[in-house]
């Protein structure tokens, strides 16, 4: 709900542009106009224009513009106190003209202007030289009837259709391929040559190309990990720029530094004692290497310490169910497997593996219900092998149990690590989202989960990713791809006549 502030205490047009215009723009319909802020460029990104003639001409640029599918279409000019609106409206009106006429010709996508000061809102046609709406900022509620009228000009919802309108309208009727403007046949149909090296590189070196198994990925993040720094910039202008477009997943996450020592995730995992009840979200584009930072922050990254204190159990997200029907039950068991693999010195299926596994049951058992059978009675071991039974049939406490023997008990904190689910289509993800919600309220686990920057940026706002701790999403940045392929193919070369085994540590 919107809440502007005491209109007698501002003091400039900032105060204006910040405390009543940003507002107003991005609360939620029918309270605001409903824009998100990245529909809101501001003067950093804003094109200017000479807008007047003779001595009134001067190069012009409003405070905001709404742009929607890469179209402007509201122009937006806030004023200080006590400054009256009808230059200000006048300005945008020439604004908005010289914006429509760089377009091509009957493509005019701005259509409505807004001026404001710490007064009174107008809004209006930019073909009209008075405002076809003027309402007082004081009365601008969810039941005035100006303020809805205005809404039908330069709400989000009623420019987003006449958006889709117009882009319905320019959208070319012939779409070409890529390879078709390249020139005739000849030069269409032209194969390249075979790349022998390629071949071998291929062939003998998938491993360090395309690791598959969790050996050749621990490899790579030993031996060939690249790490990615965050960008510098020189330029104070393009900083600005850069700055006002950054996208929901820089501005809502951690970004760090260096990945090859990632202190603040480090930090974040030494100093914390509630971590077993969190999810962790890695965020990242396409290609920007989430997979193998988890590998290198576990191989190399992590101290002695903390290496001695977790217990890592890595679900390949790949191969998991994509409904809610059957991914609970297959996590369970993935969690169930994780955990036998982790201590095979121990044998699940031996009797003094089974009681202590279900220790706390146990002990329940004998405390309670146990004491009316006799301890030690036949009778007591038959109604102590059907609970046991029993507990072993029931998958959601199996899982409990093995996770808390293998990790709490042993003072290990069990971070779970949903491997490649950010491969997988949006819903998903956002499905494996919920499973890690799911999982951090039965399980005392640490969810790891990577995720795509482009899913994070839509859907952050809504379910189930509006629960998303900031503290706990970490972004980081993709590495160069020249020094990736560099990396790999030296680390290729390197075991050419070497005897040492491909996976050797």
């Known amino acids: 709900m919107l809440k502007l502030p005491d209109l007698t205490t501002l003091v400039n047009e900032s105060d204006v542009e910040q405390k009543v215009v940003m507002p107003l723009l991005t609360a939620p319909e029918p309270y605001g106009f409903g824009y998100s802020v990245a529909e809101l460029p501001t003067k950093a990104n804003i094109r200017s224009f000479m807008i007047g003639k003779g001595t009134t001409a001067k190069l012009y640029f409003p405070d905001y513009l709404a742009v929607l599918g890469g179209l402007p279409h509201v122009v937006v000019e806030a004023k200080a106190p006590g400054v009256e609106l009808d230059e200000a409206f006048r300005e945008a009106r020439l604004y908005a003209n010289e914006l429509n006429a760089a377009l091509p010709t009957n493509v005019n996508p701005v259509l409505v202007v807004i001026a404001i000061n710490a007064a009174e809102i107008w809004a209006g046609p930019v073909d009209q030289a008075e405002p076809q709406v003027k309402e007082a900022l004081a009365d601008v509620t969810v039941y005035s009837p100006k303020f809805a009228e205005?809404?039908?000009?330069?709400?989000?919802?009623?420019?987003?259709?006449?958006?889709?309108?117009?882009?319905?309208?320019?959208?070319?009727?012939?779409?070409?391929?890529?390879?078709?403007?390249?020139?005739?046949?000849a030069v269409q149909n032209e194969e390249i040559g075979h790349n022998s090296f390629g071949a071998a590189i291929q062939s003998e070196f998938s491993h360090i190309f395309n690791p598959s198994t969790y050996e050749e990925r621990a490899y790579i993040a030993r031996h060939g990990y690249v790490p990615s720094r965050r960008r510098e910039r020189y330029v104070d202008p393009i900083d600005r720029v850069i700055r006002a477009s950054r996208p929901p997943s820089e501005l809502h996450a951690r970004e760090m530094n260096d990945t090859a020592k990632p202190a603040e995730l480090l930090g974040k995992l030494a100093s914390s004692t509630d971590l077993d009840k969190k999810v962790l979200l890695i965020v990242g584009s396409v290609g920007s290497g989430k997979t193998t930072f988890i590998d290198h922050l576990r191989e190399v990254a992590l101290s002695d310490e903390l290496r001695e204190t977790t217990l890592w159990l890595r679900l390949n997200m790949n191969v998991a169910p994509a409904n809610k029907d059957e991914i609970f039950n297959w996590v369970r068991q993935q969690l169930i497997a994780e955990c036998q693999a982790a201590y095979q010195d121990i044998d699940f299926e031996s009797l003094d593996a089974i009681r202590k596994l279900y220790a706390v049951e146990v002990n329940a058992f004998h405390k309670g219900v146990g004491q009316l059978y006799g301890i030690d009675t036949p009778l007591y071991n038959q109604k102590l092998a059907e609970t046991l039974v029993a507990l072993q049939e029931d998958l959601q406490k199996t899982a409990q149990a093995y996770t808390r023997f293998c990790g709490t008990e042993r003072g290990k904190l069990v971070i779970t690590v949903f491997d490649n689910c950010d491969k997988r289509t949006r819903e998903v993800q956002l499905l494996m989202f919920e499973v890690a919600q799911w999982m951090q309220k039965e399980f005392r686990t640490l969810v790891m989960l990577p995720l795509r920057d482009e899913t994070f940026d839509n859907y952050r706002d809504t379910p189930p990713l509006d629960t998303a701790l900031k503290d706990f999403v970490f972004r980081i940045e993709p590495p160069l791809f020249h020094q990736v392929l560099t990396t790999r193919v030296q680390l290729a070369l390197n075991l050419f006549g070497s005897d040492s085994p491909p996976l050797a540590a």
């Open 150 to 185: 205005i809404l039908r000009l330069a709400g989000r919802t009623a420019v987003s259709a006449r958006n889709r309108q117009l882009l319905a309208t320019i959208r070319p009727s012939v779409l070409r391929k890529p390879r078709r403007l390249l020139g005739g046949d």
